[in-house]
């Protein structure tokens, strides 16, 4: 099994990007998927989560300017965010709940970590 997201970059304070995270793997079912990210010296921290009942959950910072969706058909999840500011600026990862085919059966709700894209924004 494996996470992998895309699209960081370097963005201008209110500018936007969409980062992508895309679960392969020997998945049964993807339960939730989350995004966290974490700054220089900081502790990782919750952005946003999106489950398979799309129930979604935001940090109050990303409230109104993150928005996370999700392609099942292709096990991925998006994160939308707009009005980027410089605190903004971290490593996001991508954190998956997951039900993997084990053999003859199902491990239910293993959690998998993304490698994380870098979001910097600067003028």
């Known amino acids: 099994v494996q996470l992998q997201a895309s699209g960081g970059g370097l963005v201008q304070p209110g500018g936007t990007l969409r980062l992508s995270c895309v679960a392969s793997g020997s998945i049964f079912k993807v339960n939730a998927m989350h995004w966290y990210r974490q700054a220089p010296g900081e502790q990782r921290e919750f952005v946003a989560s999106l489950t398979s009942d799309k129930d979604t959950n935001y940090a109050d910072f990303a409230k109104g300017r993150f928005t996370i969706s999700r392609d099942g058909a292709r096990n991925t999840v998006f994160l939308q965010m707009n009005n980027l500011r410089p605190e903004d600026t971290a490593i996001y990862y991508c954190?998956?709940?997951?039900?993997?085919?084990?053999?003859?059966?199902?491990?239910?709700?293993?959690?998998?970590w993304g490698r994380g894209t870098q979001v910097t924004v600067s003028s």
């Open positions: 954190n998956g709940d997951l039900d993997i085919i084990q053999g003859t059966g199902v491990r239910r709700h293993s959690r998998y």
